[in-house]
């Protein structure tokens, strides 16, 4: 791994970094990222599927957090889907800044099969900066469709099932 540049390095989530939750109970879970150069538009502030990117990597960060083994996961023939995301944005980002992504799941029963991921993005200050809202599910690899109760899964996956809200 190369040096971190905050500006230039892929956004990392080293332990050291950023204060992650070991328990459900100091939910929710937070990773600590950096805006790179190739993170910005022409406007010189983060572009939108940059968030996305970002969320997608907390969200992985959480999930290996919670204990699952994303290749164990695979093996047993699931694999986490987000079928629906919106950002909104409140404050811009822009090269160098850090910022801190938390994760927090839930799911409500009302069709089984999806649940949401709500992320935000802080700045050092605890500003928002963004939030992203994706409907979340997880995808039978054999089948191509979404299990019910993904919940359930989840529990028999993590060793921290309530980080994925799963508890």
Known sequence: MTPKDPLTTQATADAGSAPEHDSAADR??????TVRHSDLDT???VRGSAYV???DHARWACVQKAGVD???MTRSGLGPVNLETTIRYHRELRAGDEFDVTCVFAYDGTDKKTGRATQEFLVA?????ATVESVIGLLDLETRRLVPD????????ATVPALLGAD
């Open 70 to 72: 994303p290749l164990e």
């Open 43 to 45: 406007n010189g502030h």
């Open 150 to 157: 993904p919940a359930s899964h989840w529990r028999r996956l």
């Open 53 to 55: 990117d970002f969320a």
């Open 125 to 129: 200050d605890g500003t928002l900066a």
């Open 28 to 33: 929710p879970f937070r990773v600590r990222l």
